[in-house]
């Protein structure tokens, strides 16, 4: 074979290589987003985090303006401290603004949600959130759901006198 | 008794000799890579036959795994309502796993094999010891070029091997299935990680590569110099990398993923 075939070949091949490569690194993988290391950090306490873990988004009325940096335990308040980086372009936030931690569908991830409040100072990089509100734990739930079953069947109201409360409730609520 | 005894020891002793054999002739293919440096014609001719001609096989093959895994995952995943997730299904494993060990395999038994038999037939046909006679090294003029061939081929095939299987997975999961194109890329670039993952893939590919190369030159180099014992080689060749490769790929995986 042609010596100039070869070489072509092969160059075309290398060539190939380099941008299957290339493409995995910026079309699949996060290295598209993860290029940008600038952002600030803000950091929040949480009573319980659940399932949340490093590198789990944040977000703003859905869109997802950073991820979670480091998860740490405080002894002296002893609550979970996460710390959260936030991209740049989406700077002051203001400073009574808080997190949620949410689960995406039944059964999907957990995530920051921010909600911004009304504050007109804005917060610094650094800054710590004031108000937070912890994941809900499926154990938790289903443990007060089962409980407050019970106390229902303890004090022994007659079904039909349940059945009177709601309709009484919803209009008021 | 005893002659049953002698028959163990004999083939242990035969077992550490070639071990012993492979590592010494690795020891001395690696020396003389860097020289080959000097001539590049040699290394591009053999990445010619090593690597773009084992590329069909990767691609098609490729395309097809990456199709059936858009399938299978579509029909597993449309159970829980989690479809979407579907390019994350399909990048995960080819990145993490099918990629490098499917690739290595095909490249095993395209490649591999066609080495040992090229490599075994000139040891029959004394072609090496006829360059030995004209003060030409034969591992340095043979076996490191193509030693070289491979491992350098082998990262861009199983990289190749991946693209074209996420294509594939796109091509059934979003044209012919109905997934969601943004949420189909959204996901996967979300989930995937570019060192954890797509780093450590290749990383595997490296290592295949390496060992692929080592057992088909290995097995060339050291075959009975008679048809029968190059048609023996090669299938060893075969048979050696794939079940080296499968074990290399858990202990890879165990150490990569496994914290």
């Known amino acids: 074979m042609n010596t100039r075939t070869v070489e072509i070949g092969v160059g075309l091949f290398v060539a190939v290589g380099i941008a299957a490569l290339f493409m995995l690194a910026m079309q699949v993988s996060n290295l598209s987003t993860i290029g940008s290391s600038g952002g600030y950090r803000i950091t929040a306490t949480f009573e319980n985090i659940g399932g949340l873990k490093v590198r789990s988004p944040v977000t703003v009325s859905g869109v997802r303006v950073g991820r979670v940096d480091v998860i740490d335990y405080d002894l002296h308040t002893f609550q979970a401290v996460v710390t959260m980086k936030i991209e740049d372009q989406y700077k002051g936030f203001p400073e009574d603004t808080s997190a949620s931690i949410f689960t995406a569908g039944l059964l999907g991830e957990q995530y920051v949600a921010l909600e911004p409040g009304g504050s007109m100072t804005s917060i610094e990089d650094g800054g710590r959130l004031q108000l937070t509100q912890s994941a809900l734990v499926m154990e938790q739930i289903i443990g007060q759901f089962l409980y407050s079953m019970a106390a229902d069947k303890k004090t022994d109201q007659p079904p039909d006198q349940k059945t009177e409360q709601q309709p009484d409730q919803q209009p008021g609520g | ?259």
């Open chain 2, 1 to 259: 008794m005893l002659d049953l005894l002698q028959q163990l020891g004999r083939a242990a002793l035969g077992l550490f000799q070639r071990l012993g054999r492979g590592n010494l002739f690795l020891l001395q293919t690696l020396a003389s890579t860097p020289g080959i440096l000097l001539r590049p014609g040699l290394v591009i001719r053999q990445l010619w036959s090593v690597g773009v001609l084992t590329l069909v096989i990767i691609v098609v093959s490729g395309l097809f795994v990456g199709m059936v895994m858009g399938l299978q995952g579509y029909n597993t995943l449309v159970d829980f309502g989690a479809e979407e997730s579907l390019g994350v299904l399909v990048a995960l494993s080819l990145v993490r796993e099918l990629g490098p060990v499917v690739a290595a395999l095909l490249f095993a038994g395209r490649a591999g094999s066609a080495l040992t038999a090229e490599i075994g037939l000139m040891k029959a046909t004394e072609q090496l010891s006829g360059m030995e006679m004209m003060a030409v090294d034969p591992v340095q003029r043979v076996i490191a070029p193509r030693f070289l061939a491979a491992f350098l081929s082998m990262p861009l095939l199983a990289a190749i091997f991946s693209a074209v299987g996420i294509f594939g997975g796109y091509l059934v999961g979003v044209g012919l299935l109905g997934v969601d194109d943004g949420a189909f890329w959204s996901q996967m670039q979300d989930k995937v990680d570019f060192h954890d993952d797509i780093l450590n893939g290749v990383i595997k590919s490296i290592v295949f590569g390496f060992v692929v190369g080592w057992i088909a030159m290995f097995e060339g180099y050291d075959a009975v110099p008679t048809a029968e014992g190059v048609s023996q080689a090669t299938t060893r060749t075969v048979v050696h990398s794939a079940l080296v490769v499968l074990g290399l790929d858990f202990v890879l995986t165990a150490l990569m993923f496994g914290d």
